[in-house]
Every structure is written in structure tokens, then in C-alpha cells.
């Protein structure tokens, strides 16, 4: 509305005692925001003697709305004459809301040898749709941060409930409800800003409103939801005391239970120049301190109500205490290896022995046999059987040293049993030396060792039989 139209409204004329200066303001009663209008100052001069006048103030207390420049400015009224002494403009821009805004005049004058003083107060209403649908959605928007905050804090506390293993389901529910409110509030609001910038101040005014009040009833839920969360965590909460009280009913026992076996394993003082052994040794030890000041942590949160923290405690005491379980295991299973690795030498070094002894038991007997080709092609037999045990031997000496015990111990146990065999066949062939000597001295028992030379014999055809298969 420009400045004319609102000069053609009521006008307020402050009119000063007509015993000093006559003093008449003019300005509109009302002003449209967005617009502007003109506010004048007119002095009549009833002495007979020039007046000078200076303005002192003309101002508002409402700057941000509601502005007044100054304009032009008369320093004398002359004796006996009306003169425009100042003029103002009054600006209100289009954000400014409805509402009673005040002027204060105040100016100084003098007459006649003497100064004086005119002060005055004008009201002017301002009518500001633009502004009054601006500060709605305003305030819808500021409900919607304030709702959306709320929300952001019930899903936090609902989410570290959730956390901790409580049923939330009956808050989500809420919380879901809440969430497509300031959805709604949130799509009115936007559509109120564009019907504002299309100038439909009716239009944006109700769909402000209608936002703030689905806000307004979002609140009660929220204040539900508050509720529904303190009994959700009150009863989680003594859950999670019988869920501590539990979990270290539960760490008191296996950490007994590990250090009855640690204590059971320490009692066998155990002795080895095994480095992997020592080193796993020297881990159990490590961790069942740790699991000794890990109870201890746990037993006092747990004295002291942190019932959370006491749970993790005790659940890693359990976690460590499995640990320590399976290193005893492995030191176990390391010992019975380092044994198995200590027979399975001791058997290789007893059959190589045993070898040794075949071939020199051979080498003494042969003079005595070689005119006997079964028992030459027996003793060929038995040195390629002694042969395969060496190579065999060599094998398992190789396992050995790469730490495949139960390998190397699979193939000492084979060869234990060949090489009986070869012993067996060996004593045979010792049976046909004996029946050689005997035979060839004048005894009386000749006869009978001829005999035992002949058994002999069918022996050795049996041995080979065997030592082939």
C-alpha cells in the first residue's frame, strides 16, 4: 500500500496548550506492513517574537519492524506563522507482524528569552499478514526442531535400551507415530511457505496452523513414550541385576574350576628343554593372572551396581578362561607328543641297533652256510629286508625332524615288527650253522643233528615264504 493510501486513513493530531507553542503532528493511525507512509511536524507561532526549534528525538522503540528516516528539518518559526518544522518517513517492511507500535517526539524550542520542551507518544497500528504468517510458521517450525529433537532423544535412550536386551517393541510404536507427525508437520509447514511467497495469507495462516496443532498433539505422545521408557528401563534394569548376579555366579566357577587344573597341572612339574612347550607354559601363567585381576573387576562393579559392566566383566573372565583351557589342552597334547617323540626315537635307534646286529650276525654265520643255496638265497632275503628297514628308517628319522611324530612312530612300529621277523629267520639260519658243526664232529649225536639240520631247513623255506609276503 504506498504511502498516499495510507494517508487517506484517520489521522492522529497532537495539539500542544495554546499558552506556548502550538505543536500539530500528522501521521496515519494504521500502516500496512510492506508499505509506508509520512509523518509531519507542524508548529504555529502565537509570540510576537521568532521561535527557534530543534528536534530532539523522533524515534521508536521497535527498530526491527518498524524504521523512521528523517527528512527535512525548519530551525524557526517565525512570529505569528504555521510552518512545517519537520518532516519523517515511516517505514514497515513486509515481515513486520500486526501490532501497536510508539512514537516518541521530543523537541525543543525557544521563546521569548526562555526554552521549553514538546514531548509526545503516538501510537500507529500496524496490520501485517505477511508478518503475522511469517511468525506462525515460525512457530510451527520451532515446534518442529523442539518435536524432532524430543524424537532424536527417545530413539537414543529406546536404541541403548535395545542395547542392553530390553523389548522395546511397544515404544517403537510410539515412536513410529511420532516420527510420521513431524513428517506431516513438517510437509504443511512447506506448504504454508510457498502459499505465504504467493501472497494467500488466509491459505498459509491455516495450513501454519494446522501444522502446530498436530505438533501440539505430538507432544502428549512423546510424553507417553517418556513414561513407557522409564518402566521399559526400570524393569530391564532389575533384569540385568539377576543377568550380573548370574554371569558371576558363573565366572566364580570356571575361574575355580581352571585354577584347580592349573594348580593340578603345576603339581606335575613339568621339565623340558621344549621351547614350544615352555612358551605355552609361560602363557597360561600370564593369563590366569589376568583372569585372577579380571574377576576381581568384575566382582566390583557388581558390589557396586554397575550390573552392565559387571556382565562384560564376567563374560570376558569366561572368554579368558577358555583360553586358559585350551592352553592346558595344548600343553597336554604337547606333552604326550614330546612322548611319542621321545618312544619313537628310542624305537628307531632300537631297530637300527637291531639291523646292525642282523648284519654282522650275517657276515659271521656266512663261511658256515654258503654251501647251502637256500639258506645263501635266505640270507639275500633277509640283507634286502634290512635294506627297505634302513631306507624306512631313513624316512621316519626325516619325520621326526619336521616334528611328524605319530608318523615316524606309525613306521618304527612296522619295522619293529618286520625285523622281528628278520630275527626270527636269522635264528633259523643260526640253527643250520649249528647242524653244519655238529654234523662234521665224530659225536655219537650226529645222527640227531643231521635231523635238526633238516628241520632247520624247512624252516628257512618257511622264512622265505614269509619274508616274501
Known sequence: MSSMENLALPIVIALMATQGLQVNVICPQEIYAGSQASLYIIAYNPFSTNVSIEMLEVSTPNRTYFWIIEGNKVGVVRAGQQTGIAQYTIIVPKEAPSGTYLINILMEYRAEGQVQWYQQNIKVKVIGYY???????????????????????????????????????????????????????????????????????????????????????????????????????????????????????AARSRVYTIWNEAEKLKKENIISNDKVLNSTMMKLWGIMSNITAMMERA????????????????????????????????????????????????????????????RE?????????????????????????????????????????????????????????????VLSSLDSLKNIERAKVETESPSPWGYIAAISALSAFLAIVAVLLRIRR
Open 299 to 358: 566382582n566390583s562393579a557388581y558390589s557396586s551396581g554397575n550390573y552392565s559392566l559387571s556382565i562384560e566383566l564376567s563374560e570376558e573372565v569366561i572368554s579368558m578362561v577358555e583360553r586358559a583351557e585350551k592352553l592346558i589342552s595344548d600343553i597336554y597334547d604337547r606333552i604326550n607328543l614330546l612322548n611319542v617323540k621321545n618312544k619313537v626315537e628310542a624305537q628307531v635307534n632300537r631297530t637300527e641297533s637291531l639291523i646292525a646286529y642282523c
Open 131 to 249: 508478518g503475522d504468517t511469517s511468525i506462525l510458521i515460525m512457530r510451527a517450525e520451532s515446534l518442529l526442531y523442539n518435536t524432532s529433537m524430543n524424537l532424536s532423544i527417545l530413539e537414543r535412550e529406546r536404541d541403548f535400551l535395545k542395547g542392553i536386551g530390553a523389548n522395546t517393541s511397544s515404544i517403537d510404536l510410539i515412536i513410529s507415530g511420532i516420527r510420521e507427525n513431524i513428517t506431516s508437520a513438517g510437509e504443511l509447514i512447506s506448504s504454508s511457505k510457498n502459499e505465504l511467497n504467493r501472497g494467500n495469507y488466509g491459505e498459509a495462516s491455516y495450513l501454519a496452523e494446522k501444522a502446530i496443532s498436530i505438533l501440539n498433539s505430538t507432544l502428549n505422545s512423546i510424553n507417553i513414550a517418556k513414561d513407557e521408557l522409564k518402566n521399559i528401563s526400570s524393569a530391564r534394569k532389575a533384569e540385568i541385576k539377576k543377568e550380573a548376579e548370574s554371569s558371576i555366579i
Open 361 to 421: 650276525s650275517l657276515r659271521s654265520i656266512y663261511p658256515t652256510i654258503s654251501w647251502n643255496k637256500t639258506a645263501v638265497s635266505a640270507m639275500e632275503e633277509i640283507n634286502r629286508t634290512l635294506d627297505e628297514a634302513e631306507a624306512e628308517l631313513r624316512k621316519a628319522r626325516s619325520l621326526i625332524e619336521s616334528g611328524d611324530y605319530y608318523s615316524a612312530y606309525s613306521i618304527a612300529s612296522e619295522l619293529s615288527n618286520r625285523i622281528s621277523s
